[in-house]
């Protein structure tokens, strides 16, 4: 059974420019969530992905975008890019359906740099 | 507005004592409550899981209870290990919108000495 893989692992962008994030499910799991770690702060909720649809969102604005692939692996789109962006993104997978107290599976992150 | 607070912020305690760590929620509706041990630039891994109904909960060194009256849960760490130093965060799960909603305190971050 394989884990989360997040990639890249670390990241230093220019303001303005744009980044994808990229998250590979635990295998058996159908939702993807993803997650914004400031440093010293507790994750974020950015937004949730089930069925390649986006079903849950936080309090982040439009140009945070994401997708989710047939094989339920997912991508975090960040247009734009701010200097408070900067942070560890966490990706988690989850199964949908399973009884309530089923798992998520969190991704080691990519740290990304705003410069 | 649905919140996790955790306290301490932080916390040094010497290998093979003992800590108890806490959480208030404020959450609503609430599914259930799960502990996360994070290392340094790690992404978090489960420790236990409780729903409403659940008191206690143990996995290995670590206890948690929860009172889901009071809205509050403690972690209880025993016999400190060096490698038990990571961030502790407490996540309460909130169904709602047709989705579950994780809500993250802010950790506390837990240093043990030799």
């Known amino acids: 059974e394989t884990g989360v893989t997040q990639s890249p692992t670390h990241l230093i962008k220019t303001r303005g420019q744009q980044v994808t994030l990229r998250c590979s499910s635990q295998?058996?799991?159908?939702?993807v969530s993803w997650y914004q770690q400031a440093l010293g702060q507790g994750p974020q909720f950015i937004f949730q992905?089930?069925?390649?649809?986006?079903?849950g969102r936080g309090n982040f604005p439009p140009r945070f975008s994401g997708l989710q692939f047939p094989n339920y692996s997912s991508e975090l789109n960040v247009n734009a890019l701010e200097l408070d962006d900067s942070a560890l993104y966490l990706c988690?997978?989850?199964?949908?359906?399973?009884?309530?107290?089923?798992?998520?599976?969190f991704g080691s992150g990519t740290r990304l740099t705003v410069v | 507005k649905n919140q996790v607070e955790q306290s301490p912020q932080s916390l040094i305690i010497l290998e093979g004592k003992n800590c108890t760590l806490q959480?208030?929620?404020?959450?609503?509706?609430?599914?259930?409550l799960r502990w996360y041990k994070q290392d340094t630039g790690r992404g978090p891994v489960s420790l236990t899981i409780?729903?409403?109904?659940?008191n206690t909960k143990s996995n290995g060194r670590y206890t948690a209870t929860l009172d889901a009256d009071t809205k509050q849960s403690s972690l209880h760490i025993t016999a400190s290990q060096l490698s038990d130093s990571a961030s502790y965060i407490c996540?309460?799960?909130?169904?709602?919108?047709?989705?579950?909603?994780?809500?993250f305190g802010a950790g506390t971050r837990l240093a043990v000495h030799p």
């Open positions: 988690a997978s989850s199964l949908v359906g399973a009884a309530i107290n089923y798992g998520y599976t």
């Open positions: 295998s058996g799991h159908n939702t």
């Open positions: 992905y089930y069925r390649e649809e986006e079903n």
């Open positions: 959480c208030n929620y404020t959450v609503s509706p609430f599914s259930n």
């Open positions: 409780m729903t409403f109904s659940e």
């Open positions: 996540v309460v799960t909130s169904f709602s919108g047709g989705y579950n909603k994780l809500i």
